[in-house]
């Protein structure tokens, strides 16, 4: 059967309750790919963000600079390796909006489709064990001609998830008529604001206001308790 609408969704925050960038520079450091010393920036990017001392942003932009940083001189085998052990014990660590979204989608014959920053091997790990959807995007990092990582960025979705929604309705020759999107941050906007149907899942302050001054739809999960928030 062909699919005629779309539905985009964030992983971090929005399908999964962690954060798959986070897990995966974890694995490294266990895998000894990455340093010792990484979990301990890693950490401490965490906290600051849970004891509020920065914001959502800034744990997310730590992330990205401690990958970046750190892969230099790394394979893609490493990443990939790392990926395929630690994607069994997190990958139903799911919210439960979000799977009763993704269930309503494919009964409803909907292309489903995930955007996210975290690095596209890791994603890809998650959709082949969990997701399923009919595509998937993530960060794409550069390979040198000897194998190994750069450290550059070839591709960053979170930089525009709106250019990248529309690139991916062309080669699909699909509409934004009757299409769900659903992200947690303001790195979310650009696709929300293209969709029919945008959903603020679990937003941070700043996606909030953006959501409030254009009356989209927002939607809290607080342990097994899904509510509307009225605008």
Known sequence: MKKNKIAIFDIDGTIFRKNLHFELINELV??????????????????????HKGVYDDYRKKLVQLYAQYIVGCSPEDVRKASRILMPFHEKRTYIFAEQLIKKFREEHFYIVAISGSPLEIVEEYNRRYLKFDQVLGSVYSVGSDGLYTGEADFEPTKNKGLAAKQILYENHLTFEGSYGI?????????????????????????????????????????DVIYEVSV
Request: proline share 5%; glycine share 2%.
């Open 30 to 51: 266990w895998l000894k790919v990455f340093p010792q010393k990484v979990r301990k920036e890693l950490v401490e990017a965490y906290s600051s963000w849970i004891e």
């Open 183 to 223: 992200g947690d941050t303001e790195s979310d906007v650009s696709l929300l604001e293209l969709v029919e149907h945008p959903i603020a899942f679990n937003p941070n302050q700043n996606l909030k206001k953006v959501a409030e001054a254009h009356d989209w739809r927002i939607v809290v999960e607080k342990k």
